[in-house]
């Protein structure tokens, strides 16, 4: 939607800032008609945050002037957004109903539809009255049996079309009326169903339910095991089962018992006991998928193998009569025989789309084939989709985005940095949101280019660039007080410039301080270095003892020896050893710098001479 919006938006923006603004190449402005219905407009949200209206052709059909924008219903009207306020307007962007609401939803089949205001829900007519004043807080649109699910005081009930009860607010939670004439209600934690007039068809008492199927039964739980009730209430099959699935076309329904998978009938008994590690319902052409052993088969009503379990993986067969599957790590197709429509080959593959061709990878590219497995487009592409509604393929080749046509030919050639997947699901407009060269914008069903949302432009008397927009014929729209925006963009580069300047004068000063201080600090640790240098030199020479004076070298109390002083100098005494002891070592050892080490001294070293540093004594 916001998608959408954009495009419109962007298309009225321009339009809109032309009158408001001013038109590089003035022109004068085109009148449109007021669009159809018919014509089936698209919202689309432009740059400037608003949404408006554009036709197929890129045309602004409703200028671009809302907050959000919603599609036309068939009844000619569309919800818009204006001011924080829901509205509806009509094709021709006149207001049906102003914007008043805080949401707002389509009108049902009956002319009303449901409006908030003030927090609470009411009803109201095409006209904008209110049918019923907002007043519940919960509501739902009404069902086709003319009632409505609301909420009032915390509690669900129905109301009709005057605002009338026709079930007072009684239940913890509720649905709308099923197509047999009942609605799954929950009270007091339990689920049970009831009629129009309110009165239980069956007592809550369920901790699930689901609506009846069409062969009249409805899938319950109770006690955390699954079974089937009628409408009556009574049970088909008592809640027996692990999980449960629907009964298909062929009154078989797959169920799972004890970890495995079956089939039952409508009155609970067997058709297939359960055996498989996976079960899928039954298709249209008879045969239900299956697991076993860890591999894909397909089996018939009876039970039987139609297709052997060979499969690492499968699909159900589609429309066609063929199915995906996978063996050898590779895809191909098979038929319901079991034989191979198209070899497993491909490393990737997607379903047959309504056109006939399926998307498939090979190589690493992406291509197309037919359900013979012939090609109708080679793989060529880094990435791609399957066909949609509207006849056409978003593909990815060279890193841009396109679109392809079934014969191979390009609606849209791959130039876009990114085409919007809305665009396949919309075959009413046909248009779809886009990149060009970084610049949004909008393309059609035949790939063309519609509409540009904006492009960078350069200020006219600065180098400063601005955002324009593009209206639709494809001329520059400058925004309103464009030149007063590209002065502030001026102003405000100068003001970057300048302060960048500022920051590297300071950091430049900081720079300065910091080398300064560390010049200081080197400077200091020098003289003190040198301090320190010349105190050591001074006490070089300065000595504690003098000739003939006893010393003891630094030791531990045991392992020691004694001298005497006979010289003096550079820092050393040399003594003469007069005692030795060595406490049970055999040698002590002494070395100039640090008296230990590589001289040995013992007992017979008395008598003897050595040099040691003043600091061994002193």
Known sequence: MRIRALFMLLLGIMLSIASEGSLHAKTASVQRPAASVAEKLKGVWFNDHAYGYIRNDGSVAIDSQFESARSFASNGLAMVKKGGFWGYIKPDGSYAIQPQFDDAWSFASNGLARV??????????????????????????????GLAMVEKGGFWGYIKTDGSYA????????????????ARVKKGGFWGYIKPDGSYAIQPQFDDANDFASNGLAIVEKGGLFGYIKTDGSYATQPQFDDVGGFASNGLAAVMKGGFWGYIKSDGSYAIQPQFESAWSFASNGLAMVKKGGLFGYIKIDGSYAIQPQF???????????????????????????SYATQPQFDDVGGFASNGLAMVKKGGLFGYIKSDGSYAIQPQFDDANGFRNVGLAKIKKNGKFGLVRADGSYAAMPVYDKIDDEYYDNSKSGIAGATFNEHDCYINSSGVKILQLWTEQ????????????????????????????????????AREVAKERAQEIQRKKEAAIREAREAAKERTQEIQRKKEAAIREKNKNVYKYSYGDQVIPHHDGKNYWEGVVVDRADGRYKVKITHVELGGWFALGIRADSCTGNESIDYSSKGTYIWIPKSCVE
Not at 312 to 338: C, H, M, P
Not at 460 to 470: D, F, G, K, L, N
């Open 116 to 145: 908030k205001k003030g927090g609470l829900f009411g009803y109201i007519k095409t006209d904008g009255s209110y049918a019923i004043q907002p007043q519940f807080e919960s509501a739902w649109s009404f069902a086709s049996n």
């Open 312 to 338: 690492e993986d499968a699909w159900s067969f589609a429309s066609n009569g063929l199915a995906r599957v996978k063996k050898g790590g590779l895809f191909g197709y098979i038929k319901t025989d079991g």
């Open 167 to 182: 079930i007072q607010p009684q239940f913890d939670d509720a649905n709308d009326f099923a197509s047999n004439g009942l």
């Open 458 to 493: 350069k200020c006219p008397s600065s180098s400063e660039t601005i955002r324009a927009w593009v209206n639709s014929k494809g001329q520059i729209v400058w925004p309103k007080n464009y030149l007063a925006k590209c002065n502030e963009l001026k102003i405000a580069k």
